[in-house]
């Protein structure tokens, strides 16, 4: 009869446990559509006149930013006058057109450029890109889903919560088990 009501203990607590755990991802799921992190690709490799451009995102509402890295077309090189503009408009309409200017930085020998544009709604923006040198230029465009900023440092810490609450339930289920024995003799 003790054997059966250890059996019987032992399946309603990994039982408990196991609902415990659903429920705590399903009360901290998020939506998988929305972006926190670090940039992510929105173009690449897309020959503009004389140099191939990809642009890399961080589209969040405040300020998003985008930064364009350059590499020369095959057999040629990058001009020195290079200027590029980003164009945003949401595409629903609601707002017109807005343009900025990105600035180049210094990256040791590797040519990019960043732009911080201002988005004031968690929406799809249209982002146009416009490369213009002396040597050519050209366009791409591309739609972006704005998302809502992340929490800054607090950001792993949420990230976390999750497996520290499963660590602990783990836990808590191990010390509680090991007072027990199958056969109802001595502990350990």
């Not at 990105?102 to 590797?110: K, P």
């Not at 990230?159 to 339930?169: D, M, Q, R, S």
């Amino acid at each position: 009869m003790r054997a059966r009501d250890y059996r019987s203990d032992f399946v309603r607590a990994r039982l408990g446990t196991l609902l415990l755990t659903a429920g705590l991802l399903l009360a901290v799921g998020t939506d998988a559509l929305a972006h926190e992190g670090p940039p992510y690709p929105i173009i690449v490799d897309k020959t503009l006149g004389p140099c191939v451009l990809s642009v890399w995102s961080d589209p969040d509402v405040g300020t998003g930013t985008f930064f364009f890295i350059l590499e020369p077309a095959r057999g040629g090189r990058l001009p020195d006058d290079i200027r590029i503009d980003i164009g945003v408009h949401p595409v629903s309409g609601r707002l017109p057109e807005a343009i900025y200017a990105a600035e180049r930085e210094d990256q040791g020998g590797r040519v990019q450029f960043k732009a911080l544009v201002p988005f004031d709604a968690e929406e799809l923006w249209r982002v146009r890109v416009r490369l213009q040198s002396a040597e050519g230029g050209g366009e791409a465009a591309t739609d972006v889903e704005v998302t809502p900023p992340g929490y800054g440092r607090w950001d792993m810490l949420i990230y976390l919560l999750p497996f520290a609450a499963v660590g602990a339930l783990w836990l808590r289920a191990l010390v509680k088990g090991r007072g027990r024995h199958p056969r109802g003799g001595a502990t350990w």
